[in-house]
């Protein structure tokens, strides 16, 4: 009869929790929502703002050149926004294919990435070892994963240093290899950098903030494509990021 009692309390608990599990998630769900909603009136904005900006005749190249910059950051974060939208945030709902090409796409976060390295005095290097490959992926989910990976190389490499990018082709798919000269990863955090948990998050070598979240939407993206994404990194030596696509 005891027994009998205290399973039927270990069930109700766990409906209980289960039920409470499914508000919080539904809630995050919602905010998540109104911030994306809140946040498209604002970035569709800078992009119309923009496309006025760009008929000015009297532009320099390079002026003209970071509007372009500006226009493509809005369009893809306008795409992501679109995506919280209208997803129920089930993975399947997160894959679209199409033939990007990938070269293309890291240079695009390279010139993107520009003012971040000059404020750093940092140099980056491109090693593609092809002008154009292309890689069956969704554009926008390419873009961000190569975004972070460089933002991370920017932070956490001291002023001064140098950062590399290169891709290989293998029997398979092809590597994007991101390599760094900075201040490495903790080993003590290394086994958890993929997991999205705050206990990973460390300063960039000028004091920028780190969420600890971005290595692991790269890894759901990649693998969600049906690649891979794993590093190498010596604390105080830097960081070895390799990402594996299938053709």
């Known amino acids: 009869m005891v027994a009998s009692q205290l399973q039927d309390t270990n069930v109700f608990t766990i409906d209980k929790m289960n039920r409470r599990l499914a508000t919080i998630l539904n809630e995050?769900?919602?905010?998540?929502?109104?911030v994306a909603h809140d946040l498209r009136n604002p970035i569709g904005g800078i992009s119309s703002i923009v496309d006025l900006m760009v008929e000015n005749d009297d532009l320099l190249p390079e002026q003209r050149e970071l509007l372009f910059l500006i226009k493509d950051a809005a369009k893809h974060s306008l795409n992501l926004v679109q995506q919280i939208l209208t997803s129920n945030f089930s993975e399947s709902n997160l894959i679209t294919l199409e033939k990007v090409d990938l070269h293309s796409a890291i240079r695009k976060s390279v010139r993107l990435a520009k003012h971040q390295l000059e404020s750093k005095s940092q140099t980056l290097m491109?090693?593609?070892?092809?002008e154009k490959v292309l890689v069956t992926i969704d554009l926008d989910c390419v873009i961000r994963v190569i975004d972070n990976l460089i933002s991370n190389a920017i932070k956490f490499t001291p002023p001064?240093?140098?950062?590399?990018i290169s891709t290989r082709p293998l029997s398979d798919?092809?590597?994007?290899?991101?390599k760094d000269n900075g201040i490495g990863i903790k080993e003590d955090i290394q086994h958890k950098i993929f997991d999205g948990v705050t206990e990973t998050r460390q300063r960039g070598t000028m004091g920028e903030e780190s969420h600890g979240l971005g290595l692991s939407l790269c890894k759901r993206i990649i693998e969600s494509y049906g690649g891979t994404i794993t590093f190498q990194s010596r604390p105080g030596k830097g960081t070895i990021f390799y990402v594996?696509?299938?053709f």
Do not use: A, T, Y
């Open 173 to 178: 798919g092809i590597q994007l290899i991101v």
């Open 244 to 246: 594996w696509l299938p």
């Open 160 to 164: 001064g240093g140098e950062i590399v």
């Open 28 to 34: 995050k769900d919602r905010m998540l929502r109104s």
């Open 126 to 130: 491109l090693n593609l070892f092809h």
